[in-house]
């Protein structure tokens, strides 16, 4: 008909994949976030997971574990699987793409960086550290998924700005690589890494505490807005 069946105000959105079999991260991704730690550009992507318990909504809440007083932002142009592929060629891997939508990797950068042996793991997969949407935006309605606009904003302080052409691996190389380790299924979620402006690295560093509102917004695909509770 054209007309919203349900008034957008009345309602909320959830994440647009709420329970995936594989919520798969990269790290280290932008030319400009190697810069800002002061580390070599990996040569390899540098792959790691959250648990898929971790998603929650575009505008739901973040909650901020006890267990952690460094929670920092991350915004991410995440792709969803939509073809099921192992051992995926690079040339043919758009065509295992449904879309693509908005992720905030949320971090606790104390059990990311010096807990846990150093495993990002826990660090990385506190519940709600994953705000995912707020849909998915297909991939042929997506006109360049290597030259968009990608944004956070912190109590709206704009704390990162980039552009995915800036990915080191981009999103075709990221699906042949990880499929060479495990099989992909239609609704993995495929996060792609973050640019600079994360909290962590600036002097002093900035993390997030109860109260903040953070926003994540990628051009073409939307803006998530979360607060910290």
């Known amino acids: ?81 939509g073809k099921r592929g192992r051992h995926i060629e690079e040339a043919a891997a758009l065509e295992h793409v449904l879309g693509f939508t908005v992720a905030n990797d949320v971090s606790a950068r104390d059990w990311q960086m010096r807990r846990n042996g150093r495993q990002w793991l826990l660090g990385k997969t506190f519940d709600t550290f994953c705000p995912l949407g707020p849909a998915i935006v297909t991939r042929d309605a997506v006109a360049d998924a290597h030259n968009l606009w990608i944004r956070c904003s912190v109590n709206g302080q704009r704390m990162q700005d980039s552009n995915t052409r800036h990915l080191i691996f981009g999103v075709p190389a990221l699906v042949a690589w990880v499929s060479r380790f495990v099989t992909l299924v239609p609704g993995d979620i495929l996060l792609t890494g973050t640019p600079a402006g994360v909290g962590v690295f600036r002097k002093p560093p900035v993390f997030l505490k109860r109260g903040d509102e953070v926003q994540c917004e990628i051009e073409e695909l939307g803006t998530i807005c979360n607060r910290v509770v």
């Open 1 to 81: 008909s054209g007309q919203h069946r349900v008034l957008r105000t009345t309602a909320q959105l959830l994440a647009p994949v709420g329970d995936p079999e594989k919520v798969i991260c990269v790290g280290l991704n932008y030319h400009d976030h190697c810069q800002e730690q002061g580390v070599k550009v990996p040569k390899e992507p540098l792959i790691f997971s959250k648990f898929p318990s971790s998603i929650t909504g575009p505008f739901d809440d973040i909650v901020h574990p006890q267990e952690t007083s460094e929670l920092d932002w991350e915004v991410e142009l995440a792709a969803v699987i």
